[in-house]
């Protein structure tokens, strides 16, 4: 009897949503993806389909200028001409989601591309929700385990926290967030695929993430030919799904690769629409995106998202305008700013050691390597040099290879305080 009353209150709120009225206007002009129409009637955000030779191509308004209606399509617009119609959905970006999606991949429209159906009955999810009170928001005091050693070793990461991944193209970021999909403690994973080359998506899927990792999780995908648009969507579209699990109690591992892409979509977005650049070519729109986008991920009463967001930085440049936006925003970047919260003295202490060890034998390798270090000059010197190859060991870890959140802490300490201890790793 709840159940069924549980689905007939959806399709009430439904019927309450929908608008009896519908709004109409005219193409005027199309100039690249940008398209100028008089009316219809409509704000911000809102989807439009357009009449084109008995097609309907879906389009959202991002912007207004001298009476005019901007949109952008969500699909193909070849063949659109001079006064087509448009008329107005009556309704903002959503994306349909279900507990049934797990294992699935969607594109940024929400449509499944992996050759099954939906499910029939989806709940709609808000895209472009705001972000929370922030004191609805609950403080970080759980770790969370990833299953890369390194990480939950030196850099423990947080219940809800949300992680910067910085590097250049090809460095294995992909590979990083494959582990982390298939050895989290979270209860499911939502990644978002924005930007990647086509051919990079299934290669992901079947050598990064494999089965294990593939049925835990929700995929997102927009590849780099599709349009800005689209490209957006998908970040607002994979936010929506972790908080569509958040709200049913779920803890939340979403993975976005990359955030760099999504802002070029943006700046895409806002030059169509007449915004003038201003940081190195990027509009005004994006840097008060991209905390609407960041925001929404967090720990709260209900459940957690735990965002790790990937972020391309060329020739090592970590003062690229988006590099540095995003790292103001987030709670950390692969130097966690909630590891001391999280963890016992033991591995606090003993991950500053290791820590110390590594850059005391980095700051002296060139006299090492050459043979120029004489042993018995410096104490601390020597105790790098003993320890190097257990260390070396404790940070390789293959990505077939899971380690469990406390054996980690165990060696970790053991490696601290004698070196030993890793040995049969790797």
Known sequence: MNSAMLDLTRFQRRLDEADPLTEFGIVEKVVGNTIESHGPNVTMGCVCWMENQGRRVPVEVVGFTDGKVISMPLGKIDGVKQGDILQASGRTASIGMSEQLQG???????????????????????????????????????????GVRVIDGLLTCGLGQ?????????????????????????????????????????????NELGPEGLKRSIIIVSTSDQPALVRLRAAFAATAAAEYFRDRGYN???????????????????????????????????????????ERTGKFSKGSITAFY????????????????????????????????????????????????MATYKKSEDLINIGAYKRGSNQRIDTAIDRADAINTFLKQRAEEPSQFSVTQQQLVQLASSGSGVRQLG
């Open 104 to 146: 699935r991949v969607l594109d940024g429209l929400g449509r499944p591309i992996d050759d099954s159906p939906l499910p029939l009955v989806l709940d709609r999810q808000d895209l472009y929700a705001e972000p929370a009170n922030p004191l609805s928001r609950d403080p970080i005091r759980e770790p969370l385990q990833t």
């Open 162 to 206: 949300r992680i910067g991944i910085f590097g250049g193209s090809g460095v294995g970021k992909s590979t990083l967030l494959g582990m982390i999909a298939r050895y989290t403690s979270a209860d499911i994973n939502v990644i978002a695929l924005i930007g990647e080359r086509g051919r990079e998506v299934r290669e992901f899927i079947e």
């Open 252 to 294: 939340v591992m979403l993975m976005m690769d990359s955030v760099t892409r999504f802002a070029m979509a943006q700046r895409e977005v806002g030059l169509a629409a007449g915004e003038p650049p201003s940081s190195k070519g990027y509009t005004p729109s994006v840097f008060s995106l991209l905390p609407k986008l960041l």
């Open 310 to 357: 990937t972020v391309l930085v060329e020739g090592d440049d970590m003062n690229d305008p988006i590099a540095d936006h995003v790292r103001s925003i987030l709670d950390g970047h692969i130097v966690s700013r909630l590891m001391s919260h999280l963890v016992d003295s033991n591995q606090k202490s003993a991950a500053y050691e290791i820590r110390d060890l």
